[in-house]
């Protein structure tokens, strides 16, 4: 098995067995505020078990490609969305689930104006921007308990870019 994963650029269908993309795509839903805004709306299937939705703020440290994913996490207990306050691309990298631990791995790359909703349980890797700021607004579940899994790989994966 080739431990080479090649990042795709992010496209909602690729992206739906893991969460949702969160863009501009086609027409807006509702046009408001005197005309000058399109409202997009809805765009991400928030979930909790318990608790509450939150919005923190993450500095994560720009990496580089290729990247060694060697390390696999997820949050049972609730959906997770990464919007980036810059317009830089960013790295996502999420697999199903294995009978309890990670799939094989798929990678995209986000590109500006996107961001994604991870559903609740799904295995991805950590924040990853591919050029500093690193900033991103994150939505997730606060509440009580970890509501964190990590899964370190004993083989890590190279991940490169789409050529």
Known sequence: MSR??????LTADAFAPYG?????????DKIINAGLCGRYHDRAKL???????GISLFDATPRALPYTLDLLERHPD????FVPMHSKAWLVTVAPDD?????????FIVGAGQAVNLYRGTWHGVLTP?????????ID???????????ALADPYIVTADA
């Open 47 to 53: 979930n909790f078990t318990d608790g509450r939705a």
């Open 20 to 28: 949702d993309v969160l863009d501009v795509a086609g027409a807006a």
């Open 141 to 151: 579940r606060i509440g009580p308990g970890a509501n964190l899994e990590e899964y």
């Open 78 to 81: 609730g959906s997770q969305c």
């Open 99 to 107: 009978g309890g631990v990670p799939g094989m791995p798929v990678a």
């Open 4 to 9: 080479v994963i090649v990042a795709h650029p």
């Open 130 to 138: 591919l050029a500093a700021p690193g900033l991103f607004a994150v």
